[in-house]
């Protein structure tokens, strides 16, 4: 059998709403030398029955416990056979010229690492929208993550030894992990052609309530980057910038959950000091606002 090119990692859980229509999005790609591989995290819906239906054998699908996104992206680079992998939420879409525009900047670029332009799509509406400008990821990722997981391409040896961080709490912020710690042993290239869409839709917060988890979890996110002796040689003091988006990260997500001022304040401060231009983030006014019950 043929290797692919492109393995195309799709994790899921409970998206039987969604995910026939992912897949096919995949499948109607112009570059047609690649795999996927659905890993299902444990889903309770009909995700099992509905994959069924799909008839290509470039799909392959595997069904294991559930254990979070990071432990399903770490099973499929585990299952991938292709030159490079890359990432599909369950919710999301690929436009048909994906792969192409991947294929095609990799010949010319060569790169170990690296993501197409994205924009968010409302499933109510329609309606468009354009993230945060890409200008140079190896100094913005640094201060918040700007990257859609489905724009990212990773040469499959590097994603075997760069795998996501499986910690369990530290959930929702995975992926910005990793994306640090890629940036601090490569070049990330971006190429800004938009070939793939963010779906928003009710069912994908990832709020949570409980703050103790969102304190955890950002706690443990510091603590991780700043563990990484590859992050400290490659960034420095510039990881300063890290550590204060993720207290706002916090401090935000707090406020969202009804915390109470006290620590709502106490992680807006600790990210202000910092690195003071967290003022200057729409973020800023928006937990102060909360904070305050305006």
């Known amino acids: 059998m043929n290797s692919p090119y492109f393995s195309i990692i799709v994790p899921t859980y409970n998206r039987a709403g969604f995910i026939y229509k992912t897949i096919q999005s995949v499948l109607v790609q112009k570059f047609e030398n690649f795999e996927v591989i659905v890993v299902d995290d444990g889903s309770t819906d009909n995700t099992s029955e509905i994959i069924q239906t ?39 879409l690929v436009l048909p010229h994906h792969l192409l525009t991947a294929f095609n900047f990799i010949q010319k670029n060569k790169p170990e690492v690296f993501h197409l332009g994205y924009k ?5 509406t329609g309606k468009e929208r354009w993230p945060k400008k890409i200008v140079d990821i190896n100094d913005q990722i640094l201060r918040g993550n700007l990257l859609s997981c489905n724009g990212v391409f990773i040469r499959r040896e590097i ?14 912020l995975e992926d910005w992990e990793l994306w640090i ?3 601090a042993r ?49 960034f420095g003091s510039h990881l300063r910038q890290t ?24 992680y807006l401060w600790r990210g202000i000091k910092l690195n003071p231009a967290e003022i200057f983030k729409k973020r800023f006014l928006v937990i102060v606002k909360l904070a305050m019950g305006l």
């Not at 075997?160 to 709490?169: A, C």
């Not at 997500?253 to 106490?266: D, P, W």
């Open 243 to 266: 550590y204060a988006s993720v207290f706002t990260y916090a401090a935000l997500h707090l406020a969202m959950a009804h915390a109470s001022r006290k620590e709502v304040f106490q």
């Open 181 to 183: 710690r890629l940036a």
């Open 54 to 92: 799909i008839r290509d054998s470039r799909v392959q699908y595997y069904k294991k416990r559930n254990e979070e996104r990071a432990a399903a992206r770490n099973y499929g680079i585990a299952k991938a056979r292709g030159e490079y992998v890359n990432f599909l939420d369950s919710d999301d």
């Open 186 to 234: 490569f070049k990330f290239m971006h190429n800004p052609e938009v070939t793939s869409l963010v779906v928003n839709h009710d069912a994908r917060s990832v709020l949570s309530g409980d703050t103790e988890k969102i304190k955890s979890k950002v706690e443990t996110f510091a603590k991780i980057v700043e563990s990484d002796s590859e992050n400290q040689r490659a």
């Open 159 to 172: 994603a075997l030894q760069n795998r996501f961080n499986q910690t369990r709490v530290l959930s929702s």
């Open 120 to 124: 968010f799509k409302d499933d109510d």
